[in-house]
């Protein structure tokens, strides 16, 4: 580790993050797909913001070690 290389978190709390992430990736992506092959409404498709959020969220704290 550098010397201007700080970690918050340790290595049970990142996969903990990576896991989440992944989990949230998969129903958002399933959400998707769900919604289009149901011909749902546009307006309805925002909903598959918030796993994608999540996934993003998980996965960059992950990597970062933050």
């Known amino acids: 580790m550098s010397s201007n290389e700080v970690r918050n978190i340790g290595e049970k709390e990142r996969t903990k993050r990576r896991v989440l992430g992944i989990v949230a990736l998969v129903v958002g ?20 913001f918030v796993p994608i959020w999540l996934a993003g969220l998980g996965l960059l704290q992950a990597r970062e070690k933050t």
């Open 29 to 48: 992506v399933g959400l998707a797909f769900v919604l289009v092959v149901i011909d749902a409404p546009r307006a309805w498709r925002i909903v598959i």
